[in-house]
Structures are given as C-alpha cells and as structure tokens.
C-alpha cells in the first residue's frame, strides 16, 4: 500500500497503508477514517482540547480486536501536544491533547479510533468541568435508556444544572452536564452521586444506583462513576469501533422521545447530511456551565 499525505491546515499528514480496512462490513478504510476526522474536526476539536486522552488503537482492523493506550509514544512527532499527568503509582506519563485538526488525522493514521478525553483541562488536571452519566440497557431496550435520560434530565435542572444528552454511538446514552471549574473530582462526584440517587429514589422501578448487576432487577443503572481523576468519556462526534463506524451523536431533548432513536442512529456514513439540515444541538455548551454552589442539589427531594 502505497502512503498518502493528506493536507489539514498548515501541515501534511502522511497516511502509512491508507487502504487498510478498519471496518469490514462497511468497507471503511484508515484514508475513510482520517476524512472523516479532517471533515468534523471542527465539531469535535471543542470537546477534545488541552484534554489528555486515552486512544483505543485497532492496527488490524475491529475484527482483529484493540487496545487502550494512555502515554504518547516517543515516536509521535512533536508537533502533537503532550500533557503530563499523575498516575497511581506516583509518577508521571504524557499522554497525547488533541489541540488541533492534524492531531486527529495523525491519530487516525495510527488506527486510533475513538480519542477517549479526560473530564478536566490540561491546566488543572484535578477540576473537572463536566459532570457525566452513562445510561446503559441491562437488556435490549433501549425504550428505557431514553425514559432513564428524560428522568434524569428533570432531576438536574430541578437543581438548577445544564443538562445535555448525545448517543455514545455503543449501547446507551449520555447525560452531560457542563461546570464551572471550582471544585475537585471528590465533590463533583459526591454530587453526581447525590444526583444518581434522587432520580432513582423518583423512579425506583426503573432506575438504580446499584452497581452490582443481580441486584438491579432489570433496572436502569445511573452510572456516575466516570466523574473520577483519570476518568475519560467518548466525545460528541467521535467514531467507535463498532460494525458500520458508529458515531456518538450530539441530541436535542426531543429527539429523545423519538421511538425510532438507537444509539447507532448516527454513523459516519450518514452524519454529514445531519449536520447539513440541523443546527448544533450542543451549541453554547461551555457557556451554560454552571457553579455546584450554586446549584440546589442538596435540596433536592427523593420524591
């Protein structure tokens, strides 16, 4: 396979066996992949920024399986910006920031499919400024992951809270809500926590906070969990490795009452044409980051 250079902004990205198929039901190749990351750079490039990631690497391809990689090889050029941070053994290891619409394409090169962003900024790696919910279904119904977003999002902005939903383009849904950068991950998460807990103690029949799966009951779990140092969270437009390159897809609240809304819904072969006929629904994210101080979670009532 002879390389390709693919031109993205001010730099030349060499393409190393553009023609190797990442997705074989779909046909879609390492050259399909490092378009699709030129062509949405500028939708996903806000969520990714001055954040490190975790990139899930698949050098042969979905089927031949893939694997999660945190610190930037020393052979990744320089121009891709690095951001050092705490590990558990009380070092510390670079890890790749996706400041750029190069990197992306680089990333793509390397068979990185998904970049796997952390919940807090390069600056002040401690101080998350988002707050995220996974909502999975313990079986096949996603009905009921859509009814769990709804619920949730009531409880939320009962405590004064942004609240925004994407498909995660795997299984489920994710509520996002954005923060104003005051705090550390142990509050932030007491909180989520607290959150978790009044939507299930509102729906007890449908939602839980139970982490082990035989006692949930065929339950929602609100899974706050992600709201941890080092945690990371796949981002709006981003294309999981999953058959027919999934995206995670960006939603208005009404498009979750849509009967016909699957996590899938959105792939790389079909989401250009969305964003052709539809505005931004995340559009303003940032600016409607709100403070925990301020927010009335502690009033919030079970009931």
């Given at each position: 396979?002879?390389?390709?250079?693919?031109?993205?902004?001010?730099?030349?990205?060499?393409?190393?066996?553009?023609?190797?198929?990442?997705?074989?039901?779909?046909?879609?190749?390492k050259?399909?992949?490092?378009?699709?990351?030129?062509?949405?750079?500028?939708?996903?490039?806000?969520y990714?920024?001055?954040r490190?990631?975790?990139?899930?690497r698949?050098?042969?391809?979905?089927?031949g399986?893939?694997?999660?990689?945190?610190?930037?090889?020393?052979?990744?050029?320089?121009?891709?910006?690095?951001?050092?941070?705490?590990?558990?053994?009380?070092?510390?290891?670079?890890q790749?920031?996706?400041?750029?619409a190069?990197?992306?394409?680089?990333l793509?090169?390397?068979?990185?499919?998904?970049?796997?962003?952390w919940?807090?900024?390069?600056?002040?790696?401690?101080?998350?400024?988002?707050?995220?919910?996974?909502?999975?279904?313990?079986?096949?119904s996603?009905?009921?992951?859509?009814?769990?977003a709804?619920?949730?999002?009531?409880?939320?902005?009962?405590?004064?809270?942004a609240?925004?939903?994407?498909?995660?383009?795997s299984?489920?849904l994710?509520?996002?809500?954005?923060?104003r950068?005051?705090?550390?991950?142990?509050?932030?998460?007491r909180?989520?926590?607290?959150?978790?807990?009044?939507?299930?103690?509102?729906?007890?029949?449908?939602?839980t906070?139970?982490?082990?799966?035989?006692?949930?009951?065929?339950?929602?779990?609100?899974?706050?969990?992600?709201?941890?140092y080092?945690q990371?969270?796949?981002?709006?437009?981003?294309?999981?490795?999953?058959?027919?390159?999934?995206?995670?897809?960006?939603?208005?609240?009404?498009e979750?009452?849509?009967a016909?809304?699957?996590?899938?819904?959105?792939?790389?072969?079909?989401?250009?044409?969305?964003?052709?006929?539809?505005?931004?629904?995340?559009?303003?994210?940032?600016?409607?980051?709100r403070?925990?101080?301020?927010?009335?979670?502690?009033?919030?009532?079970?009931?």
């Open positions: 396979m002879t390389p390709r250079r693919i031109r993205v902004g001010r730099r030349s990205v060499e393409l190393s066996r553009p023609d190797k198929v990442l997705f074989p039901g779909a046909g879609l190749t050259a399909d992949l490092a378009d699709y990351c030129r062509r949405i750079a500028e939708r996903i490039l806000p990714l920024r001055e490190p990631i975790s990139m899930h698949f050098p042969d391809g979905i089927a399986g893939g694997f999660y990689q945190k610190e930037a090889p020393g052979s990744f050029p320089g121009w891709v910006d690095r951001v050092r941070v705490r590990v558990k053994d009380g070092g510390t290891q670079r790749v920031a996706v400041n750029r190069a990197t992306l394409v680089f793509a090169d390397q068979a990185c499919i998904t970049p796997h962003p919940l807090s900024r390069a600056d002040r790696l401690d101080v998350p400024d988002r707050m995220v919910f996974d909502l999975d279904p313990p079986g096949g996603f009905g009921a992951v859509r009814k769990a709804r619920f949730l999002r009531a409880v939320l902005e009962d405590a004064g809270l609240a925004y939903v994407m498909t995660t383009g299984r489920g994710h509520v996002v809500v954005p923060l950068r005051e705090h550390g991950f142990d509050v932030v998460r909180n989520a926590r607290r959150v978790a807990e009044v939507a299930a103690g509102r729906h007890p029949d449908e939602l906070v139970e982490q082990r799966k035989k006692k949930r009951g065929g339950r929602i779990l609100v899974d706050y969990l992600r709201n941890a080092g990371t969270s796949v981002p709006p437009y981003a294309v999981r490795a999953r058959e027919g390159a999934p995206v995670a897809a960006p939603l208005d609240w009404c979750v009452a849509d016909a809304l699957a996590p899938d819904r959105y792939r790389v072969s079909n989401i250009f044409r969305r964003l052709a006929q539809k505005d931004e629904p995340w559009q303003g994210f940032g600016r409607h980051a403070s925990l101080d301020q927010a009335r979670i502690k009033q919030l009532s079970p009931d």
